[in-house]
């Protein structure tokens, strides 16, 4: 928000559906908005239907007595390139992909091209104090996925504060469990997310077709030597590294 400004994030938002009805902060960049898990959802299906956004609705058509039909079916319209829907779904994969240090490993499904972000909202230190919170609780707490096929929001939280009304630590990850077990059921094409032709690869790097390949130079970083790395019980890791007298 702050690289490119608040009124062009707020566009780029608006044409995947979100709505900002308390106007637009540099906060909101980071969930301050409410929004609903309908309207995320049409949100990240943007991403994976190539940059296309269509209104989620629940009824396509109507077919009369008479044979007429109606439909309901919203206009699709386009929200991006399809080079940044699908960069934006090649970095979102990492999120779900085991291994990755992403943040939603829970919410992978085998065998499935899977793309998908957490998010959590934390307590300001005043309700902390007022309702008694331990600091590690949150307020909400969600996850929004997607397939070739199919896009999930789940968002797990309390709309009022309480002393009682948080998620601890242990539970964040119950709507990442909501996300895998229901998607594991109905997810069931293995197709994956194609790549459009606007996208090209060099050196294991996604750029936009007709990118300088002069100016994207190949960088090899050699191996550290003298690095020692320990891992205990406690889950505390301990890295040493001795490097170059002249470093």
Do not use: C
Request: charged residues 20%; without cysteine; proline residues 5%.
């Amino acid at each position: 928000a702050q690289t490119v400004g608040l009124n062009k994030s707020k566009e780029f938002a608006e044409g995947l559906g979100m709505t900002f009805e308390n106007g637009v902060h540099e906060s909101t960049a980071i969930g301050s908005n409410d929004s609903s898990p309908l309207a995320v959802a049409g949100a990240y299906a943007t991403f994976g239907n190539g940059g296309n956004y269509n209104k989620p609705h629940f009824v396509k058509e109507v077919t009369f007595p008479d044979g007429k039909k109606k439909s309901f079916k919203p206009k699709e319209q386009r929200a991006m390139q399809d080079y940044t829907a699908y960069m934006v779904t090649d970095v979102l994969r990492d999120v779900v992909k085991p291994g990755s240090g992403g943040t939603g490993p829970t919410a992978y499904v085998s065998g499935v091209d899977v793309a998908g972000k957490t998010g959590t909202q934390n307590f300001d230190a005043k309700d902390l104090k007022k309702y008694g919170i331990p600091a590690d609780a949150n307020r909400d707490s969600w996850f929004a996925g997607y397939t070739p096929q199919y896009t999930m929001a789940v968002w797990t939280g309390y709309v009022k504060n309480g002393p009682e009304n948080y998620i601890s630590d242990r539970y964040t990850k119950i709507a990442q469990q909501m996300f895998q077990v229901m998607m594991s059921k109905f997810a069931t094409d293995k197709s994956r997310f194609e790549r459009p032709s606007s996208v090209q690869e060099i050196n294991g790097e996604l750029y936009v077709k007709g990118a300088k390949k002069d100016a994207i130079k190949q960088i090899k970083v050699d191996a550290p030597s003298g690095l020692n790395v320990t891992f205990d019980g406690a889950s505390t890791v301990t890295l040493n590294w001795s490097g170059p007298a002249e470093v």
